[in-house]
């Protein structure tokens, strides 16, 4: 189907300055890894998100997958995670052996809270995956960082989407043990498609990251006569608490970390305009009807990466149906709560009570909102759900 405004793979377009870092670094980076442009992005990152270590990867996948790696998980370890996500947020951590234990959501902010969260705390709690989910920052992030603290519990927060959002003037992604954040084609910045970066406070988490993420390659522990005697460098097998930990390869190249510190410049830019669109259309639909229910914050602690809505009176399909076909507006659906896929049944984690995730996915809307929507299509968007909400 041929839509007018379709919910694009991609978040926006890119500047001529942007262009021509991408030319520069294609030209001059050697190597085309791990260089001085990976060095370069994780400093700026840093400085950005106001952590005191930063490590770029190929997405935010892997630093999902570090994370759960560093979490150290043993038999009967549980992880708390909302259902309501995407499938990235928690299946790194199954991998690496941990059992999920499911979170419900809030219905008025849509994201996990502290008493979502210790209503399903047990003594096997290892770690707990918080998402700041459609760009909004999770309103009490300091009483559940203070939360796992107290219990020892270590917090991992999912910013995938959230990038540049605050809570008491403080970035998210800095209040748990691991932040990880997202450079996907869909995000408000996107290093040509994919990449990613997680963030960590802690040294013996730092002093890890980079032999964990690139194949175990560290310095040799000894002066070398000759630099080709025994190698280049050294191979090892990278340990914390005393446990080694098998390596990976997920190395971000030079040409996309040189892209994202072009891109830094101007994802406040970013937020501030969609945020802005945001809140026009969320003003001027209210003033028709009652029928969608949005999630209206004016403030840094929302970056719109998503326009959603709640659509009461059980009219979610007529009203899509309408947008879509009538209108030639591509509206949809997220996230499937995971505890409903046939992954997570297969696994044996199919058992869920979590209501309001189930609830909120039945009967919410999401709009086509990438920043590169012209000034026309943002007006036929608004004006089209205009008049089908009043034919409804």
Known sequence: MNFKIPFSGRAH???????????????????LTQGKYLAEFQVEFAKYIGSPYAFGVNNATSALY?????????????????SHTFTASLYPFIKNGATPVWA???????????ESIKAVTTSKTKAVIVVHLYGFAIPDIVEIADFCKENNILLIEDVAQALGTEVNRKKAG??????????????????????????????????IVPMLRHN???????????YWTPAMGNVDLPELNGKGILPNNFSLGEVESALGVE????????????????????????KISPLLKFHKVET????????????????????????????????????????????????GFGDAKVPNSDSF???????????????DEFSYLLQSTKEVLKEL
């Not at 419900?104 to 502290?114: A, C, H, W, Y």
């Not at 084609?185 to 970066?197: A, P, V």
Request: some cysteine; aromatic content about 12%; glycine content about 6%.
């Open 13 to 31: 377009n890119y500047t001529e300055e942007e262009e021509q870092i991408v030319l520069k670094a294609m030209r001059d980076a050697i190597p």
């Open 66 to 82: 570090l994370s759960a790696q560093m979490c150290q998980f043993e038999n009967g370890d549980e992880v708390i995670c909302p």
């Open 104 to 114: 419900d959501i809030d219905m008025e902010s849509r994201v996990v809270n502290l």
């Open 174 to 207: 800095t209040f748990g043990d691991f932040g990880v954040f997202s450079f996907h084609s869909h995000k408000n910045i996107t290093t040509l498609g994919e990449g990613g970066m997680l963030v960590v406070k802690d040294d013996k988490f730092a002093n």
């Open 216 to 226: 175990g390659h560290t310095a040799w522990s000894f002066d070398r006569e000759n």
């Open 263 to 286: 891109l830094l410049k101007r994802i406040d830019k970013i937020n501030r305009e969609k945020r802005g669109r945001a809140l026009h259309f969320i003003d001027a639909v209210s």
């Open 300 to 347: 840094v602690q929302h970056n719109y990466h998503l326009l959603v809505a709640e659509v009461i009176d059980g009219k979610r399909d007529v009203f899509m149906k309408k947008m879509s076909e009538e209108k030639g507006i591509q509206v949809v659906v997220q996230y499937y709560p995971l505890h409903r896929y046939d992954f997570y049944k297969k696994l």
């Open 361 to 375: 996915f039945d009967n919410m809307v999401s709009f086509p909102f990438h920043h590169s929507l012209t000034e």
